[in-house]
């Protein structure tokens, strides 16, 4: 297979999993959201939506190279909006993961956990293109990307676990496969 294909299947799965992240997140702005204590708070509730979805839809053209390489200008400016929205949506993510979760202290885990891992690697991926260092800057912004893009498709079984189960049931249950499957996530 030539090298085109695959790469061609990787940014079709991505762009998906993207337009998955979005929809599912808009769909739960738009209609009365699975967390009633998002009311309380909405403009950390639309900043982290909004933001999160010009993140998603963004981030993957900047690993595209035929873009990277003819339009650095473009390149440059686009990645230094996406820091700085990447910046916001982790902290709102982390507000409303810390301070107003649904399910608990399981989720206060999950989301510092995955919050600071994806802070973490975007600080670290701009301060290493402001030092030069390149290819440091693309292992770590593609670490940042891969653990937004994680939490934001997340939701494709998450979603319909809702909707299958009740929630107070999915309450009880789902602590446990949660902390499992960050800290397979993590190890991986």
């Given at each position: 297979?030539?090298?085109k294909?695959?790469?061609?299947?990787?940014?079709t799965a991505?762009?998906?999993l993207?337009?998955?992240?979005i929809?599912?997140?808009?769909?739960?702005?738009?209609?009365?959201?699975?967390?009633?204590?998002?009311l309380?708070?909405?403009?950390?509730?639309?900043l982290?939506?909004?933001l999160g979805g010009i993140?998603?839809?963004?981030?993957?053209?900047?690993?595209?190279?035929?873009?990277r390489s003819r339009?650095?200008?473009?390149?440059?400016?686009?990645?230094?909006?996406?820091?700085a929205i990447?910046?916001?949506?982790?902290?709102t993510?982390?507000?409303?993961?810390?301070?107003i979760?649904?399910?608990?202290?399981?989720e206060?885990v999950i989301?510092?956990?995955?919050?600071?891992v994806?802070?973490?690697?975007l600080t670290?991926?701009?301060?290493?293109?402001?030092?030069?260092?390149?290819?440091?800057?693309?292992?770590w912004m593609m670490?940042?990307?891969?653990?937004?893009l994680?939490?934001?498709t997340?939701?494709l079984?998450f979603?319909?676990?809702?909707?299958?189960?009740?929630v107070?049931e999915?309450r009880?249950?789902?602590?446990?496969?949660?902390?499992?499957?960050?800290?397979?996530e993590?190890?991986?």
């Amino acid at each position: 297979m030539t090298r085109k294909g695959p790469s061609w299947i990787l940014a079709t799965a991505v762009g998906v999993l993207a337009l998955v992240g979005i929809a599912a997140s808009a769909t739960h702005y738009f209609w009365e959201p699975y967390n009633p204590a998002f009311l309380d708070f909405p403009i950390v509730t639309a900043l982290h939506v909004v933001l999160g979805g010009i993140y998603l839809i963004l981030a993957p053209l900047q690993f595209v190279s035929r873009i990277r390489s003819r339009h650095l200008a473009y390149h440059r400016r686009v990645g230094r909006l996406l820091v700085a929205i990447g910046l916001m949506v982790g902290a709102t993510a982390l507000f409303m993961g810390l301070v107003i979760p649904f399910f608990g202290w399981g989720e206060r885990v999950i989301i510092g956990l995955f919050g600071t891992v994806f802070l973490v690697a975007l600080t670290t991926g701009f301060l290493h293109v402001r030092a030069g260092r390149v290819a440091l800057h693309r292992e770590w912004m593609m670490r940042a990307f891969a653990v937004g893009l994680s939490i934001a498709t997340q939701r494709l079984i998450f979603f319909p676990a809702l909707w299958i189960v009740r929630v107070d049931e999915l309450r009880v249950r789902v602590g446990a496969p949660y902390t499992r499957a960050a800290v397979t996530e993590w190890r991986a």
